[in-house]
């Protein structure tokens, strides 16, 4: 129940993002600003964070608001998968992150697999693109949508970055614990699809 509201407050607030974006009147903007002002409300009661710290997330932005995309490095070395262990959590995830401006997504990944595991990569294909909102994650502020895109490894050496403890390849069978917040098992185990069968069709919803 609570993850239905916490979908509801994210909607209010995107609708009075762009309502103070694009009113022509004090009048509108009044309205909106006050919807955003109870959907940050809506989220602090939701997620028990307090107001001073919510309220940043949705105030330095304007404009329409659209989701944001998580980049992820798929990468495979016999039969086992790239990860490493996240700095924030200490728990262990795909190489990746928020994608950056200016970058293709592709660009993003060959990026985010250097910084933090230390290879250099190319990427070959996109894998999967998801919605967050179907999969098991911690309930997040954002949309987000994830893209998970198939590297392959052309150099350097498997290390830890500046935003990570360690790096290291795993089985299937044998994932370390997983920050749930960046990635989850039934993906990982979605991507071990595309070793089995390489030309498995991309996975989109």
């Not at 107001?51 to 940043?56: C, R």
């Not at 016999?78 to 959590?89: L, P, Q, S, W």
């Not at 935003?163 to 990982?188: K, M, W």
Request: proline share 6%; hydrophobic share 40%; aromatic share 10%.
């Amino acid at each position: 129940m609570n993850e239905t509201w916490l979908e509801y407050a994210k909607r209010i607030g995107s609708i009075a993002q762009a309502g103070l974006h694009y009113a022509v009147n004090d009048y509108d903007r009044e309205r909106f600003q006050e919807l955003q002002d109870m959907s940050i409300e809506m989220l602090s009661r939701l997620s028990t964070e307090p107001v001073e710290l919510i309220g940043p997330l949705f105030t330095n932005e304007t404009g329409y608001q659209t989701p944001k995309v998580d980049v992820r490095a798929v990468i495979f070395k016999e039969d086992k998968i790239a990860m490493v262990r996240e700095k924030i959590d200490g728990l262990w995830a795909l190489p990746g992150g928020w994608a950056d401006i200016g970058y293709s997504p592709a660009e993003v990944a060959v990026k985010e697999a250097r910084e933090e595991a230390g290879l250099e990569v190319e990427a070959i294909r996109l894998l999967a693109v998801l919605d967050k909102k179907f999969h098991p994650h911690p309930p997040s502020p954002y949309h987000v949508y994830k893209m998970f895109i198939l590297c392959r490894i052309t150099g350097g050496e498997l290390t830890a970055g500046m935003e990570t403890h360690e790096a290291g390849f795993f089985g299937q069978y044998e994932l370390p614990p997983l920050s749930v917040d960046r990635n989850v098992a039934s993906q990982i185990n979605m991507l071990f699809q595309f070793l089995e069968d390489p030309a498995k069709k991309t996975v989109f919803e």
